[in-house]
């Protein structure tokens, strides 16, 4: 059925808000892919089940998700509207809510319980994880199943486009847009307004493009794929605003190809948006014409960066180019285009929907909005964030993420993904915006938050990033190619105890030729690890060249496992060693033979008594 | 629009033909700025990075390679600030490090007075400065070689190693290699007409069938050698 005007669509809408009563429970099971990995699936069919054999289909229904963020308790059901929250939830429990659901009723033994009084908490809003978060973005993917553009109506969807289209105002849009203050999820933070205000201008000649970047090549970074399964139609009805402001003719939405039920979510809805005449020829009646197509992308990291990005999806090799000139002024096949982040495309909806005002009184000075970041590493709650700008660290790793997961003290954050730098516990007073990470030495990136404690060695983790980063650059500047190869070596050389000062000594002058002369932002980032380890944490890397010590117990090749006097001879170690390499008759002190020692840690893992040490 | 931009080249008020690179520009006014990947008659490419200058004011101020830059009106340039020289230096250390037996960049470090190099030492047949490739395609239009990987796996040569149908071995790629190693051996380096530089015994000096062959490469040392 395709709408032919406006009219046409409010009356839909109306036909879809009148059934959405709230005596309906909604049992709410996210399945992104995290969901799914967790036994989401099993969970989805005990509901379903559930509802026909005890009779309460009428009063109760099921809702499948995507992610909402709490990755670590999935499979989780959210009853809504009253928004009890079940963490971990096994197939067998699931009756038991749906039918305390049905009564309005808590089972309270299955909700979240208090970390330190056990006392049951069933209002995911009164979850400390949950607390301090402002879900701006991440709790529309609560309430709409990505696979029916009907549900995506229903929660208020597509109303922001058709204001839009209504008040038919470019200016207006861009004008909305600047006001807000919204910058550039993807890590850069441009403003939003002012490069559709520069694509406004450009001539018209054959063709405009706006482009999705959904490459998300950051290791442990996953927020857009969550946005992208678990609420396509947010980005296609952003990307639907920018082109009636901007004039733009076709869009893409550039997703890697590792993305699968992403790219399957994001193909239902454009074909479920098209069918509606949201898409296409004469929108919703109106003279806008726009369309978007989806490029799957092979995961190069490189692929993010813009230029990369453009000539990945003209089909040639992923390598960046010179800039000027910049894809505004001549991008796909030479048009001018414009790139954003998905989180900035979700944003849109949001902004024109709630108005510009209201969306810049929320996060921090030139710095309003949210942004959602994936926190993971040693800490208590991971998963994905949603927070005002301007939050400190402290608030983020303390508060939300609970602290420390082990009964060591968190040492620093990593922030930015690979090419981003570490901030020491001292400075977790610093608020999360653009511009303090950037005075910090690290980055926004697109918002990985990686939590180390006392057994994170930096020096480790700067040569894990340099690995990543000597093979995702694209190879063609010789001083990011052979300058990220040269740092892990000099890197590799400091964690096995080969090191010695004049290697810090290069090390450093080395990284900031790096980042002076190499052309994209891969490379001008790549010393980042280095430089900002070097900068909190010399004195670790010092340890490792002058005392042969790894601090953290990490670097292999400088740590010994020893057995002290706790041992109780009950040889679980020996039974856990690959290697071999631990003796001792039962009942008395074992000791492990270094020679044969391969330092796997399994009898660290396998001793109940704390008698295995690292040293 | 007359086409003519104004900008500053070391301290120097001068007016440039808009459309022309930094390096271009700054040639035409004779100030030096080493290059590798950088020729005549091909595309910038920008991979080499030894021709950075410096632009803009402090604090503010980045380097950027001169070959790939176009020149902007009101541009500041210095070409051989300490910024630049440090960076020159660093790049040329790292090129020793992995090809010394390049005279090309031997000549290039000498002339910089790099008396060191602090890295481990490798010998790579190629520094991936792409001139082969756009000699190649630009000027032989053949384009049977390009890159291939990305990273550290990043290396030149045909589809799937074999031997490219557009290849007419003209040997061009040779001629312009910084590195001095053969290029146009594609799959069968027995077959290689010339080693290509001094720094490599061409295989023509002992392989029978290529006696006294006198191939292209000016001036051939291989040549030079029997004569003797
Ligand atoms: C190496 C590299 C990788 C990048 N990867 C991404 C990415 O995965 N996703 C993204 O949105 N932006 C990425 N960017 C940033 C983009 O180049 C670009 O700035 C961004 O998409 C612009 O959108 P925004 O203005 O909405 O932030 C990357 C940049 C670099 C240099
Ligand atoms: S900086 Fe690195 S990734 Fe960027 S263009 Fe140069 S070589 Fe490629
Ligand atoms: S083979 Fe020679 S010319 Fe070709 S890229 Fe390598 S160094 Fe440059
Ligand atoms: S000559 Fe300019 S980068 Fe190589």
Not at chain 1, 345 to 355: D, F, K, M, R, T
Not at chain 1, 425 to 445: K, N, T
Not at chain 1, 480 to 486: A, E, I, N, Y
Not at chain 2, 139 to 148: E, N, P, S
Request: glycine fraction near 10%; proline fraction near 5%; aromatic fraction near 6%.
């Amino acid at each position: 059925m395709r709408l032919n005007s406006l009219e046409a669509f409010a009356e839909l809408r109306a036909d879809l808000f009148n059934g959405m009563e709230d005596a309906v429970r909604t049992l709410v099971i996210p399945a992104g892919t995290c969901g799914r990995a967790s036994g989401a699936e099993e969970v989805i069919q005990a509901a379903r089940k559930a509802l026909l054999q005890d009779g309460i289909a009428d009063s109760v229904r099921v809702r499948v998700t995507g992610c909402h963020g709490f990755c670590e308790m999935e499979p989780s059901i959210l009853v809504l509207p009253d928004g009890v929250f079940y963490p971990r939830v096994k197939p067998e429990d699931v009756e038991r809510i749906a039918l305390a659901a049905s009564r309005s009723e808590i089972v309270e033994e299955l909700v979240w319980a208090d970390a330190d009084t056990s006392a049951p908490i069933p209002l995911q809003e009164d979850i400390p994880f949950f607390k301090k978060q402002r879900r701006a973005i991440l709790s529309r993917s609560e309430r709409v199943n990505p696979e029916d553009i009907e549900s995506y109506i229903a929660s208020g969807g597509y109303a922001a486009l058709f204001k839009v289209l209504e008040r038919d105002d470019p200016e207006w849009v861009i004008g909305e847009v600047k006001a807000s203050g919204l910058r550039g999820r993807g890590g850069a933070g441009f403003p939003t307004g002012m490069k559709w205000e520069m694509l406004a201008k450009q001539p018209a000649g054959d063709g405009k493009y706006l482009v999705c970047n959904a490459d998300e090549g950051d290791p442990g970074a996953y927020m857009d794929r969550s946005v992208l399964e678990g609420n396509p139609h947010i980005i296609l009805e952003g990307m639907l605003i920018a082109a009636c402001a901007t004039g733009a003719t076709e869009g893409i939405i550039y997703v890697r190809n590792e993305y699968p039920l992403a790219i399957k979510h994001l193909h239902l809805a454009l074909e479920q948006a098209r069918e509606l005449g949201l898409l296409g020829h004469n929108i919703l009646g109106t003279d806008y014409s726009f369309d978007i197509r989806v490029v799957r992308g092979a995961g190069a990291f490189v692929c993010g960066e813009e230029t990369a990005l453009i000539r990945s999806i003209e089909g040639s090799m992923g390598e960046p180019r010179q800039r000027p000139p910049f894809p505004i002024q001549r991008g796909i096949h030479g048009k001018p285009t414009s790139i954003n982040n998905v989180e900035t495309w979700a944003n849109i909806p949001i902004i024109l929907e709630q108005g510009a005002e209201l969306f810049a009184s929320v996060g921090a000075e030139r710095n309003s909005g949210t942004k959602i970041f994936s926190l993971v590493g040693k800490i208590k709650n991971t998963g994905l964030v949603e927070v005002p700008m301007g939050m400190t660290i402290q608030e983020i790793v303390y508060d939300i993420g609970g602290g420390p997961s082990g009964d060591s003290n968190i040492k620093a954050v990593q922030t930015g993904g690979p090419s981003g730098g570490c901030i020491p516990a001292s400075r977790f007073d610093l608020p999360i915006d653009y511009d303090s990470l950037a005075r910090a030495g690290s980055i926004m990136g697109s918002g990985g938050m990686i939590v180390m404690d006392g057994r994170t060695c930096v020096v480790d983790v700067a040569r894990y990033f340099m690995g990543f980063l000597k093979d995702e650059s694209c190879g063609k500047c010789f001083t990011c190619r052979k300058g990220t190869q040269r740092m892990y070596e000099l890197l590799d050389d400091i964690s096995s105890g080969k090191g010695t000062v004049e290697h810090l000594d290069l090390l450093e002058k080395l990284a900031l030729v790096v980042k002076d002369t190499t052309m994209c932002g891969l490379g001008q980032t790549s010393a980042n690890p280095v430089l900002s380890t070097l900068r909190y944490f010399r004195e670790e890397y010092l340890d490792h060249i002058e005392n042969k010590r790894c601090p953290a117990g990490v670097c292999k090749p400088l740590i010994r496992y020893t057995i002290n006097e706790n041992c109780t001879g009950c040889r679980a170690c020996a039974k856990n060693c690959p290697a071999d390499a631990i003796s001792g008759e039962r009942k008395q002190r074992h000791v492990i033979d270094a020679e044969k020692c391969i330092k796997c840690g399994n009898c660290l893992a396998a001793c109940k008594f704390n008698a295995v040490e690292v040293v | 629009m007359n086409g003519m931009i104004n900008m500053t080249l070391n301290g120097l008020a001068v007016s440039v033909e808009k459309g022309m690179t930094i390096l271009e520009a700054a040639k035409f006014y004779g100030f030096p700025i080493p290059t590798l990947c950088h020729m005549e008659g091909l595309s910038p490419y920008g991979a080499c990075r030894l021709c950075v200058v410096e632009i803009g004011e402090a604090p503010r101020s980045k380097l950027v390679t001169s070959c790939t830059y176009p020149v902007e009106e009101g541009i500041i340039v210095r070409t051989a600030s300490t910024r630049v020289l440090r960076a020159r230096r660093m790049i040329l250390e790292l090129l020793l490090a992995s090809c010394p037996q390049s005279k090309i960049i031997q000549d290039l470090a000498a002339a910089h007075d790099i008396r060191q190099q602090r890295f481990r030492q490798e010998h790579e047949d190629c520094i991936l400065c792409g001139l082969c490739v756009r000699m190649c395609e630009e000027q032989m239009m053949a384009k049977a070689i390009g890159f291939r990987y990305r990273g550290e796996k990043r290396s030149i040569g045909t589809p799937f190693d074999l031997h490219s149908e557009e290849c007419r071995l003209c040997g061009a790629c040779m001629y312009v290699c910084p590195a001095c190693q053969l290029r146009c051996t594609y799959t069968e380096p027995d077959k290689a007409i010339c080693g290509g530089c001094a720094n490599l015994s061409p295989p023509c000096v002992e392989k029978e069938p290529f006696d006294d062959m006198m191939c292209y490469m000016a001036p051939c040392v291989a040549c030079e050698i029997k004569k003797d």
